[in-house]
């Protein structure tokens, strides 16, 4: 394995690669890599762990855009099991039912307003930028969203709970959002 800190060289050197062949071809290139291993026998598994880190990135290109080294991987890894698993389950989450259905009835954008903060990270400024509406209609939405679902967005197994359920269940469309948003930065 690599120490934490070539790690952080690897990583490095890697983002710059794939930016500057990315600039001279004129294309998009993408990566995925595992950590060091010193037997050949780990060759499978460090294959394994790479295509898992591409496979994230199909999934969700926007979300896992800085990804490259398995030892980054972090919840991403857990992704593919918790889309089985909701595969196989005829029930969609009650934790956006609430939503869905307000934004149905009301021509509202509260999915994609929460969707939009937290891939963010909670960041109420970079989140109102990238929906292109004021901090304070941000703000009056995301209590909008407290008041019909009834859950603080402080409560950690809730934002947990409902980002996972955004990124599993409307997965098509939060990568249309981010795609729609990364096409007008271009």
């Known amino acids: ?3 934490l800190e070539g790690t952080g060289r690897l990583s490095s050197f890697l983002h710059k690669l794939l930016g500057e062949l990315g600039q ?7 990566a995925g890599c595992s950590p060091e291993y010193r037997e050949y ?5 460090a294959y394994r ?14 979300h896992t855009r800085e990804l490259l080294l398995y030892e980054e991987i972090g919840f991403w890894a857990y ?6 698993q909701k595969r196989s389950r005829p ?17 509202s954008d509260l999915l994609r307003t929460l969707a939009v903060y937290l891939s963010l990270d909670g960041n109420l400024k970079a989140s109102a930028a990238f929906l292109h509406i004021h901090t304070n209609t941000l703000m009056y939405r995301l209590n909008r969203i407290a008041e019909i679902t009834g859950r603080s967005l402080k409560e950690t197994d809730y934002r947990t709970s409902i980002y ?4 599993t269940e409307e997965t098509a469309q939060v990568n249309l959002w981010f795609q729609e948003a990364a096409g007008s930065r271009e």
């Not at 001279?24 to 993408?30: D, F, I, Q, R, V």
Request: hydrophobic share 40%; charged share 30%.
């Open 1 to 3: 394995m690599f120490p």
């Open 24 to 30: 001279s071809e004129g294309c998009k290139l993408t």
């Open 41 to 45: 026998t780990s060759a499978a598994e």
């Open 49 to 62: 762990e790479a295509l898992q880190i591409l496979e994230m990135k199909k999934l969700l290109p926007y």
């Open 79 to 84: 992704l593919p099991a918790i889309l089985e």
């Open 91 to 107: 029930r969609r989450s009650p934790l956006l039912y609430p939503l869905k259905e307000h934004d149905r009835e009301h021509k």
């Open 164 to 167: 996972l359920d955004l990124l």
